[in-house]
C-alpha cells in the first residue's frame, strides 16, 4: 500500500512540478502563453503589491493561509515518517557459531513457516509476516483454519513445532509471535 501511495504522490507532484515550471519557463524566455496566464512575460512578478494586501485587512485570511500550510506540512512529515517504517523484516541475523553470523532473508523464513504451518492438522491457510529488529524478530502469523479444527489444539501445535523450529534454525533465543485465528466459511451440514 505504502508504495502505490509512493508512486502516485510522486507522479502528481512530479506532472504539477513539470506543467508549472514548463508554463513559468516559456513565459520568461518571451514565448506566447495564454491571456489568463499570471505571468505574462519576463518581467512579471509573482504576486504584485496589490495582490499581496488584497487580503490583509480581512481576519480570516492569515489564520486561513497558516492552517493550510500547517496541513500541508503535517502531511509531508506523515509521509516522510511513513517512509522510515518498514512493514517487513528484510533478513534476520543467524548466529554461525564462528562469531561471524549469516543473513537469512525474512521472504525465506516467512515462507517455511507458512508452509510449515500449512501442513498442520486444521490449517486451510497460513500467512506468516516477520516484524522487528533482524536480531530479534517477531512473527505476526494468520491461520485460517479448517471447520473441523480445535484452535487451541491448532495454536499448541503451531507453537510447539513450527514455530520452535523457525527459531532453532534461526539460532534465536526466542521468536514470539502474533497468532490471528479466522474459522473457513462452510456451509452448515444436515444431520439425520
Given amino acids: 500500500m505504502l508504495g502505490v501511495v509512493n508512486r ?10 513539470v506543467a508549472v515550471g514548463g508554463a513559468v519557463l516559456s513565459a520568461g524566455l518571451g514565448a506566447g502563453v495564454p491571456s489568463w496566464w499570471p505571468w505574462p512575460g519576463p518581467d512579471a512578478v ?5 495582490g499581496r494586501e488584497r487580503w490583509q485587512d480581512r481576519g480570516w485570511w492569515w489564520p486561513a493561509v497558516i492552517a493550510a500550510l500547517a496541513v500541508v506540512v503535517l502531511l ?5 515518517l511513513a517512509q522510515l517504517r518498514r512493514s517487513r523484516l ?12 549469516a543473513l537469512l532473508r525474512g521472504r525465506a ?10 501442513d498442520l492438522a486444521g490449517v486451510a491457510r497460513a500467512q506468516v509476516v516477520l516484524h522487528g529488529r533482524r536480531t530479534a524478530p517477531t512473527a505476526r ?8 479444527a480445535s484452535p ?6 503451531l507453537s510447539d513445532e513450527a514455530l520452535s523450529h523457525a527459531r532453532d534454525s534461526a539460532g534465536l533465543a526466542a521468536l514470539p509471535a502474533e497468532v490471528r485465528l479466522r474459522a473457513e466459511k462452510h456451509r452448515a451440514q444436515r444431520v439425520t
Avoid: K, N, Q
Wanted: net charge negative; proline share 2%.
Fill in 8 to 17: 502516485v504522490l510522486l507522479a502528481l507532484a512530479g506532472l504539477v512540478l
Fill in 46 to 50: 509573482l504576486l504584485s503589491e496589490s
Fill in 76 to 80: 509531508a512529515l506523515w509521509w516522510f
Fill in 90 to 101: 528484510a533478513e534476520v541475523l543467524v548466529d554461525s557459531g564462528d562469531g561471524e553470523g
Fill in 109 to 118: 523464513l516467512e515462507a517455511v513457516l507458512a508452509g510449515e504451518a500449512e
Fill in 141 to 148: 502469523v494468520r491461520l485460517l483454519l479448517e471447520p473441523y
Fill in 152 to 157: 487451541g489444539e491448532t495454536l499448541e501445535r
